[in-house]
């Protein structure tokens, strides 16, 4: 995410939201542009401070335990909200995470598109499991989490479609795991999507709105 992104969204929210008073006690611990934007549109004002931790580190120590794919992005939606809560004891921080599984390979972001365009044939024809989960965090400990499964199926496209399709999407290819944004063109990458759409996207939004409302952060 880009550092002219965080100023607009940091302007937008001390702005106010359609003339709703800022919530300054929110953070969002994410540097995904695409859940700042599902958290802004639904009228949630958050101030974006990125969390630094060692996801790889995470994974490899999972892995090694035999964990479930489901507990490890759990795991590291709670790590991101813990380490920005400890700075801001006092707001409530969002911390979130996905874990794309498909036949028992974990997939991450792609770093390139030669990266990319192997995700893809990997997943093109099959089936995958994409875990997401949400965790809050105030005064460095976990207050809330939740977490979701969605099942997708990627259709069997043809190479020239795959072409056209990196093509057409260019860098925004390496922001998410799967190499897709099913609110784009990514859609055409599926023949069928099962779950939380939010969630697919990147954060189980309708349940962070019923946390938010019991907490007094939204009117019930």
Not at 2 to 17: P, W
Not at 126 to 145: D, P, Y
Request: charged share 25%; net charge neutral.
């Amino acid at each position: 995410m880009t550092t002219n992104f965080v100023q607009r969204l940091s302007m937008g929210t001390a702005a106010g939201i359609k003339g709703r008073e800022p919530t300054p006690d929110l953070v969002l611990a994410s540097a995904s542009e695409v859940r700042a934007r599902l958290l802004e549109a639904a009228g949630v004002a958050v101030t974006v401070e990125p969390a630094t931790i060692d996801e790889e580190s995470v994974k490899r120590a999972a892995k090694a335990a035999g964990d479930r794919p489901g507990d490890v992005a759990q795991a590291l939606a709670d790590a991101k909200a813990s380490a920005r809560s400890r700075a801001r004891p006092d707001a409530y921080v969002i911390g979130a995470d996905q874990l794309l599984v498909c036949d028992g390979r974990w997939f991450d972001k792609p770093g390139d598109a030669a990266e990319a365009r192997q995700q893809l044939r990997a997943l093109r024809g099959r089936r995958h499991e994409l875990h997401s989960a949400v965790g809050i965090a105030r005064a460095g400990g976990i207050v809330w989490r939740h977490s979701a499964v969605a099942r997708l199926t990627m259709r069997d496209f043809s190479d020239a479609f795959l072409d056209d399709y990196l093509d057409r999407v260019g860098d925004a290819v390496l922001r998410s795991v799967g190499c897709y944004e099913l609110e784009g063109v990514g859609a055409q990458l599926f023949s069928s999507v099962e779950g939380d759409y939010f969630a697919i996207l990147g954060v189980p939004l309708l349940p962070v709105l019923g946390f938010l409302r019991e907490r007094g952060l939204l009117a019930t």
